[in-house]
């Protein structure tokens, strides 16, 4: 069975926890709620509402929970192919032209698309 969708806000905190690591609510107030402007509630309703979706796990540590990723970089790959398959009819071409689009892709970013376009390469060359 497939996973539930993810709001805009929750990818967001999903991002960063597989980014920078686990966190308790608090510290993910500090480094995503409050540059945002939300509030300590808010980012613990996102986060359990993550939990209660299978995107995230806690466990207690010291007295607080702290928030970890279901499968680190997976997870995100797995929101991404959702994203792909439903808002872009399973095409990834849109993405592509909106990636061509952008005022401005890091050099480290560049060379993960090349990497990748790589990739699909030589699986197109495999029997």
């Known amino acids: 069975m497939a996973r539930p969708t ?11 926890i597989v980014e920078h690591g686990p966190g308790s609510v608090g510290e993910l107030q500090a480094r995503f709620g409050e540059p945002r402007g939300l509030a300590r509630s808010t980012v613990l309703t996102m986060m359990e509402r993550l939990r209660r979706k299978g995107y995230l796990k806690r466990r207690s540590a010291g007295g607080v929970f702290l ?53 699909l390469r030589a699986r197109r060359k495999e029997p």
């Not at 995100?76 to 398959?85: A, P």
């Open 67 to 119: 928030y970890a990723p279901r499968g680190g970089h997976e997870v995100l790959r797995g929101v991404v192919g959702r994203f792909v398959e439903k808002a872009l009819g399973g095409s990834v071409a849109p993405f592509v032209a909106y990636l061509a689009e952008r005022d401005s892709v890091s050099d480290r970013e560049l060379a993960e698309l090349e990497q990748i376009v790589d990739r």
């Open 6 to 16: 993810v709001g805009e806000q929750e990818l967001g905190i999903l991002h960063e």
